[in-house]
Every structure is written in C-alpha cells, then in structure tokens.
Nanobody, 123 residues
C-alpha cells in the first residue's frame, strides 16, 4: 500500500502563490507517476498536473499551464505543486495521487489518493 500525505494548502489572495507537497510512504516505485487533482464545491473533479517518476515528462490541465509547476524529489518520495498567479477559480480541495503503471500522463486513472488539502484564493 501507498500512503500519500499532502501539505501546503491555505488561504491566499488572488495573484499570490502556494506550494503544495505530497510525501509518499509505504512503497516506492521507479515507474508510474504522481500528480494532483482538485475538486471545487459543486464541480466535477479536475485532473490538474502529473509527473513521471523517471524522465522529464509532465502533464498540465490547460487552465493552469504557465501558472503551476509540478516537480519531484525522488530521494524524498515527494512531489510538489508550485502554484503562482492564483485566481479565485483555483479554490478547491487538492488531492495528491500516485500509480505504479507507466500509462500516458494524460490518462487520469490513479490507484492511490491522499486525503486532500484545501486551497482558498480570495478576490
């Protein structure tokens, strides 16, 4: 089993920045990917970003391209989501996800989920 623990959420004004972190424990894997989803109240869950455990491949949803950056530290089993130029419509619970299968990053099926961290952007 894999446990994912997110941190770094909070309240920020529009235009500000936050960095989310997600530490994976219980199992390490050299294949597959980690990423982030988000869900705002009354809206469907949205696949935000992902990164392969090896190599430089990343995925970003269109609305966050140029504002969010996903990165990883394999030695720490940690993935980060740097969020800049935040907007009120970025407000959501952000979930860290992971999988061992080497699917295309655009494929949004993940096996392991964190409990989520709240990000609130005020106008």
């Amino acid at each position: 089993q894999v446990q994912l623990v997110e941190s770094g959420g909070g309240l920020v004004q529009a235009g500000g920045s936050l960095r989310l972190s997600c530490v994976a424990s219980g199992r390490t894997f050299s294949t597959g990917a980690m990423g982030w989803f988000r869900q705002a109240p009354g809206k469907e869950r949205e696949y935000v970003a992902a990164i392969r455990w090896s190599g430089g491949w990343t995925y970003y949803e269109d609305s966050v391209k140029g504002r969010f950056t996903i990165s990883r530290d394999n030695a720490k089993n940690t993935v980060y989501l740097q969020m800049n130029s935040l907007r009120p419509d970025d407000t959501a619970v952000y979930f860290c996800v992971a999988r061992a299968q080497p699917y295309n990053l655009g494929y949004d099926k993940y096996d392991y989920w964190g409990q989520g961290t709240q990000v609130t952007v005020s106008s």
